[in-house]
């Protein structure tokens, strides 16, 4: 599944070319991916204007003129493509937007396990993929009170807790990972165990790290020269035992050559870390 700087990266390219477009066109490859898509959409949404895209955990929201919204999950392998013109849809292009510029931005997933959803903006907070999600990361709810309470009677782990979505949104396993190893957890670490100290440290670094990918994305993202947008690459570094390199490939320009996430971040693997590691 993406990261949460991930689908923040394809959020914000989503808004360089759809942000008060008008769709002219729609392209539907198949009936579903990981649920049904919704076979209103090329009728519903030609001659509608696109607003400014929002995220919420690893969901992309965009909002729409007829007070609509357009809900898509990047699921295990999904990818958005930017043309400026009309193109090619290739064997795993699933759904597709054209706007009134000409350009077209193309989702594709290979493993479909990604969705596309249509609903009316009333339902935001009660649609059933929303509505059990928990706080983001960088909100005010988001704080070392709510972890203890939250994990007061939690016997799974640290990370397992952290993993789910209806604890805190938009969270992965290498953020989980990253965040636990700055803060000096052990990610098998009992929940309930936890103490008001670390649960600092959880929202300390859990922060650090959003704050300094979404640093990197601003001085990075450069919507005309994007061609594939949303990919996440990890390498092994054997000069650091235990740990890997994290980087994330914003786009490609027309030579396909990768426009590199600038800092690499590092999370250590958890077969490496023993149940006492920094405990």
Same mark, same amino acid.
């Given at each position: ?24 066109d ?30 919420r955990?690893k969901y992309?929201?965009i909002?729409? *003129?007829? /007070?609509?919204? &357009? =809900?898509?999950?990047?699921?295990m392998? !999904?990818?958005?493509? %930017? #043309?400026? +013109?009309?193109p090619n849809f290739q ?38 993929l ?15 009170d ?10 799974? *782990?640290? /990370?397992?807790? &952290? =993993? ?5 949104? !938009?969270?992965?396993? %290498? #953020?989980? +990972? ?25 929202i ?6 959003e ?8 001085r ?13 690459h ?30 690499s971040?590092? #999370?250590?693997?958890d077969?490496?870390v ?6």
């Amino acid at each position: 599944m993406p990261e949460l700087p991930e689908v923040e990266t394809v959020k914000r390219a989503i808004a360089s070319i759809a942000s008060g477009k008008k769709i002219t066109d729609i392209f539907v490859g198949r009936k579903n991916l990981r649920w049904p898509i919704p076979t209103s959409l090329n009728e519903t949404l030609k001659g509608v204007i696109c607003k400014q895209p929002l995220r919420r955990g690893k969901y992309i929201l965009i909002p729409l *003129s007829t /007070k609509q919204i &357009l =809900l898509i999950h990047l699921g295990m392998s !999904g990818a958005f493509r %930017i #043309y400026k +013109s009309r193109p090619n849809f290739q064997k795993h292009d699933h759904f597709a937007i054209g706007f009134e510029s000409e350009e077209w931005l193309v989702f594709s997933d290979p493993r479909r396990f990604g969705c596309v959803d249509l609903f009316k903006e009333e339902y935001v907070l009660s649609h059933w993929l929303l509505k059990n999600l928990g706080p983001e990361p960088l909100s005010k709810e988001f704080t070392p009170d709510y972890i203890i309470t939250k994990t007061a009677s939690k016997t799974c *782990s640290i /990370k397992t807790f &952290l =993993l789910d979505q209806r604890n805190i949104a !938009g969270i992965g396993n %290498i #953020y989980a +990972s990253e965040a636990l190893f700055r803060a000096g957890i052990s990610p098998k670490r009992q929940a309930r165990t936890l103490k008001n100290k670390k649960a600092e440290n959880i929202i300390e670094y859990a922060w650090a790290q959003e704050k300094d990918c979404n640093k990197v994305l601003e001085r990075t993202i450069d919507r005309p020269s994007l061609y594939n947008v949303g990919r996440l690459h990890s390498t092994w570094n054997p000069s650091i035992e235990g740990r890997w390199t994290l980087t994330f490939i914003l786009g490609k320009k027309k030579d396909k050559k990768p426009l590199h996430f600038i800092e690499s971040l590092n #999370y250590f693997r958890d077969y490496i870390v023993d149940d006492n590691y920094r405990n």
